[in-house]
């Protein structure tokens, strides 16, 4: 059974820090890119961050000098650290996990709301 679960979303005031973890379970961790995706009801959802099996990492305009992705695969997690917030900042942060090989593999987490507001 496949599991990503985020936390550590939650209230924080402009130019505030959080930082968002997504535990995997059920799947081999290490084989697959990790990303972070937003979204706001009403609009579609929004990539923010990728990095690959191998480490290498990608970040939306909006957020690129703000955000950092890591992972961590010895504890099958992968993280956001989300510096400088800012209001437009504010949606529910998805945690996505892909595998391409013989077909698309890919599974998502429930997220974790970020809100940015004094």
């Known amino acids: 059974q496949v599991h990503l679960v985020e936390s550590g979303g939650g209230l924080v005031q402009p130019g505030g820090s959080l930082r968002l973890s997504c535990a995997a379970s059920?799947?081999?961790?290490?084989?697959?890119?990790m990303s972070w995706h937003r979204q706001v009801p009403g609009k579609e959802r929004e990539w923010v961050a990728i990095?690959?099996?191998?480490?290498?990492?990608s970040y939306a305009n909006s957020v690129k000098g703000r955000f950092t992705i890591s992972r961590d695969n010895a504890k099958n997690t992968v993280y956001l650290q989300l510096n400088s917030l800012k209001p437009e900042d504010t949606a529910m942060y998805y945690c996505?996990?892909?595998?391409?090989?013989?077909?698309?593999?890919?599974?998502w987490g429930q997220g974790t709301q970020v809100t940015v507001s004094s």
């Open positions: 059920g799947f081999t961790f290490s084989t697959y890119a």
């Open positions: 996505h996990a892909t595998r391409v090989d013989v077909k698309l593999y890919d599974y």
């Open positions: 990095i690959s099996a191998g480490g290498i990492t």
